[in-house]
């Protein structure tokens, strides 16, 4: 019996699962699989359909990445963006909406490593510089709500803190505590939130993000004493791009304007255990004309207080803040 080549293996195949298994070829490929990088190029050389669908797939994700900004891929990812991120804000543009969910999108689409002896390749990451990330000086945030300018944390009454309460930092030797829901800044009003700021300046990236192709990858990691009310804390970490100078962002929050760029941000529900740290991440296409960020740490306990009363939190950390630049990987032989 002829054993099956890879020719007669694929050419019959229907498309779509033709394509599913190209992208597991990728995939494997991309982990340095020698097996399965012979394989897809040998494939490439025998199919044409294979090589058909491969392209396409290539000329799809080109078109992602250049045209972010068309609104018919806006609603085309509409769903996509719904499901992995919990917006803030209603967003009002389509560079917005895609800001959470095209950056996974495009890096799933680019995880092709050979095309006929060409591979995808990516510049280094690199980390963006910000102010006290691990919270290891032992200066307390400012509790004067949003920011007036960059490199300082500063939002609802806080303080900087060692191991305590059965709590050991994430990394280093202290961490951040939320401690009330209210700041000496009384507008916007948040009485149930605790919220942390900090700006950071990107215009020395310029040149990195005008294409762009350019996404910060963000985390943070979270933690709280053991509750006991039936509705535990969320955490939530978000990430905003702005262009113009930081005092649009104290009257975009206060008139609610939906002025920034694009935005990304996440949620997660307290575990209950205070051994364990819990991560929030995430990644966020720059827009080119990006001039600064703003990373958001928000604690929001289960149990209501009276809006004009502030939350007193028992026992809710952060730690570790960590922004990446990084950007889309291209073909190059």
């Known amino acids: 019996m002829r054993q099956p080549t890879p020719e007669n293996t694929f050419m019959n195949d229907d ?16 982990a340095d699989d020698v097996h ?20 396409t797939l290539l000329v799809d994700e080109h078109a992602l990445a250049e ?16 499901a992995m991120s919990t917006p803030a804000r209603k967003p009002t543009s389509s560079w917005r909406q895609l800001s959470a969910a095209a950056a996974g999108l495009i890096a799933g689409l680019t995880s092709a490593s050979l095309l006929f002896g060409y591979a995808y390749v990516a510049p280094e990451p690199r980390q963006i510089p910000i102010a006290n990330p691990g919270f290891e000086s ?28 059965g709590i050991v930092p994430r990394e280093g030797r202290m961490m951040f505590r939320f401690l009330r829901s209210d700041s000496k800044d009384p507008a916007p009003s948040r009485a149930n939130h605790g919220n942390m700021y900090q700006f950071i300046d990107v215009r ?12 910060v990858d963000w985390s943070a990691w979270f933690n709280c004493v053991e509750e006991s009310s039936e509705k535990p804390t969320q955490f939530e970490a978000s990430m905003w ?11 975009n929050w206060v008139g609610n ?34 001039d600064f960020l703003v990373i958001e740490l928000k604690a929001i306990p289960g149990e209501k207080t009276p809006q004009e009363k502030p939350y007193r939190f028992a026992g809710h950390y952060a730690d570790d803040v960590q922004l990446t630049l990084r950007k889309q990987a291209r073909f190059k032989p």
């Open 204 to 215: 020395s990236l310029r040149e990195a993000i005008a294409d762009g192709t350019a996404t």
């Open 67 to 82: 045209n972010l900004r068309n609104e018919s891929i806006a609603t085309l990812l509409e769903s996509s963006a719904g």
């Open 15 to 30: 498309p779509a699962d033709l394509e599913q298994r190209l992208l597991r070829l990728l995939e494997a490929a991309r």
């Open 241 to 251: 791009a702005f262009t113009g100078e930081p005092s649009v962002v104290r009257a």
């Open 257 to 290: 304007l939906h002025q920034e760029l694009a935005y990304s941000t996440w949620r997660v529900t307290a575990d209950r255990d205070p051994k364990t740290w819990q991560k929030i991440s995430g990644s966020l296409i720059v827009p080119p004309d990006t």
């Open 36 to 55: 399965a990088r012979r394989t897809l190029n040998e494939l490439l050389r025998q199919d044409p359909c294979a090589r058909k669908t491969f392209a």
């Open 138 to 165: 032992p200066i307390a945030p400012l509790a004067d709500g949003i920011p007036s300018g960059f490199g300082t944390w500063s939002g609802d009454f806080s303080e900087v803190v060692g191991a305590e309460q």
